[in-house]
């Protein structure tokens, strides 16, 4: 199925709204957490899981945007994300 210009970029934007809503919650919560640890002592376990659970997707969100919203070639696609690629391959793109 090949879909038209604005279906496609309507995709592209569905997919990087989960990033605005994770922006958002986090400048929501920042101040909140800021306070949090100032007055910890010390750090546990359940401290640095929750720092890796709350600052990884980050990195994630990041390069979702990244992939989403900047233009690539076929050949770029199919080295990012070859799973993507080979299902789509001869539908979306111009892939041989």
Request: charged content about 15%; some cysteine; aromatic content about 16%.
């Amino acid at each position: 199925m090949v879909l038209s210009h604005t279906a496609h970029q309507t995709v592209e934007y569905l997919r990087v709204a989960p990033a605005a809503i994770w922006i958002f919650d986090y400048f929501l919560t920042f101040e909140h957490e800021v306070r949090l640890f100032s007055n910890m002592s010390c750090w546990n376990i359940v401290t640095v899981m929750f720092i890796l659970a709350r600052y990884a997707p980050v990195i994630w969100i990041i390069t979702e945007i990244y992939l989403t919203l900047s233009p690539y070639s076929a050949e770029t696609c199919v080295t990012l994300n070859p799973t993507s690629a080979s299902r789509s391959r001869g539908r979306w793109f111009d892939v041989n």
